[in-house]
């Protein structure tokens, strides 16, 4: 059976650090790429970008290039997502996704989700 | 910036049948954007409903359908069921980037 499973909510002050993960099983990591996905409270999907676990090959939306790091461990089966310095306006819940290829494959299977709220 | 438009809300009777379509800024949407449709009810993650146009997952309900219609991907239910009520969003790909439909409150009443 496949997963993808998030870790815990956050809460964190803005300028502080974050890395949230994605823990996969039931297939193959390094065959399928993973994708990040936020939504703001009360607002619709927004796709942040893409990670090939197998060579970290990344593709971000022009919207969170710069926000935002991808990487992922293959030992572990993990994949994350991480800022640098958070600021008010990422308070959102994320999901990571698998999906089959970079530019035309189905977005398949959802992590349950990770709840990041910044305040000061 | 591409902008991918949904109706932001429809209503269906229970029984009856809804298209949802979703349209892109850059023209018309053709099977090469490879919609994919997923359905998010509260507090919940999003599902996947259908992927490259009309193409369904294992999981999804045969009242559910995809298509290209005049321009436009779209997205049809068939004989909807109350626990259909949700929001459902599209995306569409461009290359190396997607873009997520703003999404339709679908409300079954």
């Known amino acids: 059976e496949v997963q993808l499973v998030q870790s815990g909510a956050e809460v964190k002050k803005p300028g502080e650090s974050l890395k949230i993960s994605c823990k996969v099983s039931?297939?193959?990591?390094?065959?399928?790429?993973i994708g990040w996905v936020r939504q703001m409270p009360g607002k619709g999907l927004e796709w942040m970008g893409i990670?090939?676990?197998?060579?970290?090959?990344?593709r971000y939306s022009p919207s969170f290039q710069g926000q935002v790091t991808f990487s992922a461990d293959k030992s572990i089966s993990t994949a994350y997502l991480q800022w640098a310095s958070l600021k008010t306006s990422d308070t959102a819940m994320y999901y990571c996704?698998?999906?089959?290829?970079?530019?035309?494959?189905?977005?398949?299977?959802w992590g349950q989700g990770t709840l990041v709220t910044v305040s000061s | 910036q591409t902008v991918v438009t949904q109706e932001p809300s429809l209503t269906v009777s229970p029984g009856g049948t809804v298209t949802l379509t979703c349209a892109s800024s850059?023209?018309?949407?053709?099977?090469?954007?490879?919609p994919n449709w997923f359905q998010q009810k509260p507090g919940q993650a999003p599902r996947a409903l259908i992927y490259?146009?009309?193409n369904k997952h294992s999981w999804t309900p045969a009242r559910f359908s995809g298509s290209l219609l005049g321009g436009k991907a779209a997205l049809t239910l068939s004989g909807v069921q109350p626990e259909d009520e949700a929001e459902y969003y599209c995306?569409?790909?461009?290359?190396?980037?997607?873009?997520f439909g703003g999404g339709t409150k679908l409300t079954v009443l």
């Open positions: 490259s146009t009309s």
């Open positions: 996704a698998r999906q089959t290829t970079d530019n035309s494959g189905p977005v398949e299977y």
């Open positions: 995306l569409l790909y461009y290359g190396s980037t997607q873009v």
């Open positions: 990670i090939y676990p197998s060579d970290s090959d990344t």
């Open positions: 850059t023209g018309a949407v053709t099977s090469g954007y490879y």
């Open positions: 039931g297939y193959i990591f390094t065959t399928y790429w």
